[in-house]
């Protein structure tokens, strides 16, 4: 206390640098593994009534914005790789009846649907634009968590003019593609055996085309080669990989290459089945090369000749059908307006519609608007399953689970700020769906064109700085993989765990009857007076990490202290034997 009975400044000050106890709170999440940023959940038990607030881990995939639960997917993906990676045995994938669960989502999409139904009737475009926005949540949530495949009825279907003759595509190769082998297709996922023992399988690299020379500090026979420029670079040079003359770089082509490169991967992977003739399986990590480009590395179930798998890779290319789509027609203030007496998009000067998506698509004798073919660089390794060549590469093929495209390359220097500054330039004028509403300054109405859009400023993923084009999965993983989803790989180290503690003696974490009971979980607003603070979230789930981490370690100690012992039996100590 100073003279006037006040807090000495000293104290004062140590107490505004001190830290917040929420970021206390947070810190101790992380070193525990659990989540910071919860999310506050109404649990209601359909059986009994009982109502409760719960606090569920936010499940993020990005590293920056929860690092436990990207670590938490990261080892999910580690342990599909690896037991899918070198199977010897068939995987069952055949279909099973549909759980309640998937009944219930689905008698749910049909409420929608027919209140789509009516409003379409009824005119009501706003209603109808949210009903079609549900219904694609409701769908993803179908194909995701209950696996349903085939079409799902939509609320176009009743409008497909049964008069108007249906858009047929040419099926034959492209004369400038190499020829493509072919043969009948077996239904196996197993590679080949070798020497009665071995059943090797393989880690493939595939990349882009180039757009244009780049800054490079390449190594042959031991000397860095002189880059394009002309002048050698040190290999940790923070511009390697921007382009030598940016004004020569083909960003246009750089952009839509990867808007399109999950549908040129989805091309690879049937090209490659049909041409060694069995039903290849995969695991690929879509990263972004130094250059900003996306590229895949794939562990490949089986062995595959190199020979074959690079002649797929050249052999590959996805045509994009859909309209031209050059230099902008529209753009700044002068945009296209929505004229509610002709439900268009119009011309700003004219007052005349805009054409449609359907009429702007291109003929049977055109060509189409964009073709994607991976470039002439093609790793391809042989890996034996069991080894640590094996477990580095898993290592390898998850180290960026965690970062979003656009956080795996290092935003070292001015010139690579400025290489994904013209990226993001030509992606914005860059279409990512049917529905974008980017085609309005290429003077077409999307798909589903309705008053709310703004002409050029699409919500997509693939516009943005974290995704750099590259908008869906960064794990691309095949249906027979180790046939389960990654939940069910999340439900097999639960029933582990819950395993240890039955052997032990110890009671689980939750009972069958809790486990069995229907439940429905329902948002909770920030702003309900009801919900906990996000610092009694995190403690609460701080507190039950550590409990649950005692248990586990004293089930372990109960298993292992009778084996350890001289002349003990692994039933003795108490546990069940």
Not at 493 to 515: C, I, S
């Amino acid at each position: 206390m100073d003279d006037n009975g006040g807090e000495s400044a000293g104290t004062a000050l140590r107490r505004l640098r001190g830290p917040r106890g929420l970021d206390v709170a947070v810190a101790v999440a992380e070193a525990e593994g659990v989540c910071g940023h919860p999310v506050v959940l109404r649990r209601t038990n359909l059986d009994t009534g009982e109502s409760r607030l719960v606090g569920i881990a936010c499940g993020s995939r990005r590293g920056s914005v929860c690092g436990p639960c990207a670590m938490r997917n990261k080892r999910l993906r580690e342990t599909q790789l690896a037991e899918g990676w070198h199977l010897n045995e068939e995987p069952d994938i055949g279909p099973r009846e549909p759980d309640e669960g998937a009944q219930s989502v689905m008698a749910f999409r049909a409420d929608l649907l027919g209140m789509g139904l009516e409003a379409k009737a009824s005119g009501n475009l706003e209603e109808l634009e949210e009903i079609r926005a549900d219904l694609a949540d409701v769908d993803r949530q179908l194909r995701e968590d209950h696996d349903v495949r085939g079409k799902l009825p939509g609320l176009d279907d009743e409008d497909q003019d049964e008069t108007k003759p249906r858009r047929v595509r040419s099926t034959r190769r492209r004369q400038d593609a190499p020829d493509l082998p072919r043969k009948p297709v077996q239904n196996r996922t197993i590679g080949r055996e070798y020497a009665g023992k071995y059943r090797p399988s393989m880690m493939v690299t595939t990349t882009l085309d180039s757009y244009g020379a780049v800054h490079s500090a390449y190594v042959r026979d031991g000397r860095v080669q002189r880059c394009a420029c002309g002048k050698t670079h040190k290999q940790d040079a923070a511009f390697l990989g921007t382009p030598v003359d940016p004004k020569a770089y083909d960003y246009r082509r750089h952009a839509r290459d990867a808007v399109h490169f999950a549908a040129q991967m989805d091309r690879f992977f049937q090209n490659l089945r049909r041409a060694v003739g069995w039903k290849v399986q995969y695991f690929a990590a879509i990263e972004s090369q130094r250059r900003l480009a996306p590229h895949a590395h794939i562990a490949l179930r089986g062995s595959i000749p190199r020979d074959v798998i690079k002649q797929v890779a050249a052999a590959t290319y996805h045509q994009v059908w859909w309209p031209e789509h050059g230099d902008p027609v529209y753009g700044g203030r002068r945009v296209p307006v929505w004229v509610p007496e002709r439900s268009a998009w119009c011309d700003p000067d004219t007052r005349e519609p805009l054409r449609s998506f359907e009429d702007a698509l291109p003929g049977e004798d055109d060509d189409p608007a964009h073709v994607v073919r991976f470039g002439n660089q093609v790793d391809i390794r042989g890996v034996l399953g069991g080894t640590e060549e094996a477990n580095r590469h898993i290592k390898y093929l998850t180290k960026y689970v965690t970062k979003s495209v656009g956080e795996t390359y290092a935003d070292a220097s001015e010139a690579h700020r400025q290489h994904a500054d013209w990226l993001l330039a030509e992606l914005a004028v860059t279409p990512c769906s049917p529905r974008c509403p980017v085609w309005l300054l290429h003077g077409i109405q999307p798909q589903g064109a309705h008053s709310r859009m703004n002409p050029g400023q699409c919500k997509g993923n693939a516009h943005k700085r974290e995704t750099l084009g590259v908008a869906g999965r960064r794990v691309l993983v095949s249906r027979a993989w180790t046939g389960k989803r990654l939940s069910d790989h999340q439900t097999d180290r639960q029933e582990h765990v819950r395993g240890v503690l039955n052997a032990a003696g110890l009671p689980v974490v939750a009972t069958d009857a809790e486990q069995k009971a229907r439940v429905a979980w329902e948002p909770v607003s920030p702003t309900d007076p009801d919900a906990p603070s996000r610092a009694l979230l995190i403690l609460q789930a701080v507190a039950e990490r550590r409990r649950w981490k005692a248990q586990y370690q004293q089930a372990q100690t109960l298993l292992a202290g009778p084996r350890a012992a001289p002349g003990g039996r692994a039933g003795d100590g108490g546990g069940p034997a």
